[in-house]
């Protein structure tokens, strides 16, 4: 059984930061692009990152640049989502994906795999 967990989300105030781990398990993951998508309530989820099995090509959503960065460990199966300088507006469910390939105008509901989200709330 392929499974995609996330955790690290929580509360912080604004400019702070924090980090997202997603483990991958059930699969290899080889070839695969993995990336973030997050989720504002009364909003249809966007995409946020991602990066391809090699680690040597990452996207960003233009809202994020600067500010957030996406990693990998393959060896661990696990990606990492750093973020830093957090607004109030980066308040979200974010979830972790997985498909052969992951960009900017990927269109959520078609992507592989999906964790189940965890949940960042930055407080003004």
């Known amino acids: 059984q392929v499974r995609l967990v996330e955790s690290g989300g929580g509360l912080v105030q604004a400019g702070g930061s924090l980090r997202l781990s997603c483990a991958a398990s059930?699969?290899?993951?080889?070839?695969?692009?993995m990336g973030w998508f997050r989720q504002a309530p009364g909003k249809e989820r966007e995409f946020v990152t991602a990066?391809?099995?090699?680690?040597?090509?990452?996207r960003y959503a233009d809202s994020v640049k600067g500010r957030f960065t996406i990693s990998r460990d393959n060896a661990k199966n696990t990606v990492y989502l750093q973020m830093n300088s957090l607004k109030p507006e980066d308040t979200a469910v974010y979830y972790c994906?997985?498909?052969?390939?992951?960009?900017?105008?990927?269109?959520?509901?078609?992507?592989?795999?999906w964790g189940k989200g965890t949940l960042v709330t930055v407080s003004s």
């Open positions: 994906a997985a498909d052969r390939i992951i960009t900017s105008a990927s269109i959520p509901r078609n992507m592989d795999y």
């Open positions: 059930g699969r290899t993951f080889s070839g695969y692009d």
């Open positions: 990066i391809t099995w090699s680690g040597g090509i990452t």
